[in-house]
């Protein structure tokens, strides 16, 4: 209990108005932490320790403003500062992802998504699928936090420019670099699984 | 890792592309991204009206950017999450 100025908000106020206006935004704020950490312990400890500050310092908040942006800009770099310190293990192969993955399309069983040789299946897609995550997540992380502002999370590039404290112009280049580090990939991809996905005329 | 030629590289080497194409290739990103001025947009539509190598070069970047789109499955936020960040902000003074 304090004795606040008239112009401070109650314990019981501001708790209401941050439930109301940063805790909608915890859905994309867990995927974000989950694609820079790739592990679900750690995406969960990071997005608490994002909220934790965010409420720490709701007054710098103003209100109507990008708060999506502005709880991505603390969680980015809480990573920064926190995260990337503890792991120093480069990007691992999100395993569990893999798994659920299969797990939750379902229409196949796994016997059969397994066989490499039945290509023209269903099974295809879920074989994209995981290839395309595990090409997302073998970028360095700086390529791999663009793709996901940008594309996954449809942020633009003055918000980019904004969480990641970078000109915009970096934004661009890190954007055009992180792409063609993905098309190389999965061309790559494309062509030893006999995908020749040059265009049809 | 290998030294395949990707049929972007083929685009670019073989067909020695003029200061237009790399003009294009340098707006793709912001042309697929929705960022182009209208000026950039005018002038992309118009050049790839008649050169191809660009019209797939496009093509090709917009094919990824709907690849991860549809291909990156969004993760479920784990059920207990949001109840504690809820009690921790309640105990917080």
Not at chain 1, 40 to 62: I, S
Not at chain 2, 28 to 33: G, N
Not at chain 2, 58 to 66: V, Y
Request: include cysteine; charge should be negative.
């Amino acid at each position: 209990m304090s004795d606040q100025r008239g112009n401070q908000l109650s314990k019981e106020e501001k708790d209401a108005r941050f439930e109301a206006e940063l805790l909608p935004i915890l859905d994309p704020l867990y995927n974000f932490a989950f694609r820079l950490t790739l592990d679900e312990d750690d995406a969960n400890d990071l997005v608490q320790e994002t909220y934790l500050k965010a409420y720490r310092f709701f007054e710098y908040f103003e209100q109507g403003t990008n708060a999506k942006a502005w709880l991505f800009r603390i969680l980015k770099n809480s990573f920064i500062n926190d995260f990337r310190k503890k792991s120093k293990q480069p990007a691992k192969v999100d395993y569990n992802e893999v798994e659920s993955y299969y797990n939750t399309e379902g229409n196949d069983n796994d016997a059969e998504i397994a066989t490499t040789s039945d290509m023209r299946s269903q099974s295809v897609q879920d074989l994209i699928g995981d290839e395309v995550a595990s090409a997302l997540n073998s970028l360095p992380v700086d390529f791999r936090t663009v793709i996901i502002l940008c594309d996954l999370e449809g942020f633009t590039y003055e918000e980019m420019a904004k969480i990641l404290d970078i000109p915009i112009g970096t934004v661009r280049s890190r954007l055009h670099r992180a792409r063609n580090f993905l098309k190389e990939k999965l061309e790559n991809y494309a062509k030893t699984m006999g995908y020749n996905n040059t265009d049809e005329d | 890792m290998n030294a395949i030629v990707t049929p972007q590289n083929q685009v670019s080497s073989a067909d020695n592309a003029s200061p237009d194409c790399e003009k294009i290739v340098s707006l793709l990103d912001m042309i697929i991204d929705g960022e182009a001025t209208p000026e950039d947009k005018t002038y992309f539509l118009t050049h790839v009206e008649n050169c191809k190598p660009c019209f797939d070069a496009h093509n090709k970047h917009q094919q990824l950017k709907s690849v991860l789109q549809d291909n990156i499955k969004r993760r479920v936020v784990p059920t207990n999450l949001l109840s504690s960040i809820k009690s921790v902000i309640k105990a917080t003074a």
